[in-house]
């Protein structure tokens, strides 16, 4: 399932046994993000999770302090 969290990030949870994967994508770089996490944690939890995940990555890539090549 797919869905906008904030503005120009796209998630999907893909529910995987007894765990929950959370992909983060934002819709201008895109950048990629995932977590995995209990689903019995919630989805709002998840969806912040992810999305400050994704922003962690992003700021560091733009900080220079990101993996060569990019994201």
């Given at each position: 399932?797919?869905?906008?969290?904030?503005?120009?990030?796209?998630?999907?949870?893909?529910?995987?046994?007894?765990?929950?994967?959370?992909?983060?994508?934002?819709?201008?770089?895109?950048?990629?993000?995932?977590?995995?996490?209990?689903?019995?944690?919630?989805?709002?939890?998840?969806?912040?999770?992810?999305?400050?995940?994704?922003k962690?990555?992003?700021n560091k890539?733009?900080?220079?302090?990101?993996?060569?090549?990019?994201?």
């Amino acid at each position: 399932m797919a869905s906008r969290a904030e503005e120009g990030v796209i998630l999907e949870f893909f529910r995987i046994g007894r765990y929950v994967k959370v992909s983060a994508v934002d819709t201008k770089t895109g950048t990629e993000v995932s977590i995995v996490g209990d689903p019995m944690r919630g989805e709002a939890i998840l969806k912040r999770t992810a999305i400050q995940k994704l922003k962690y990555v992003m700021n560091k890539a733009q900080n220079g302090d990101g993996p060569p090549g990019g994201v």
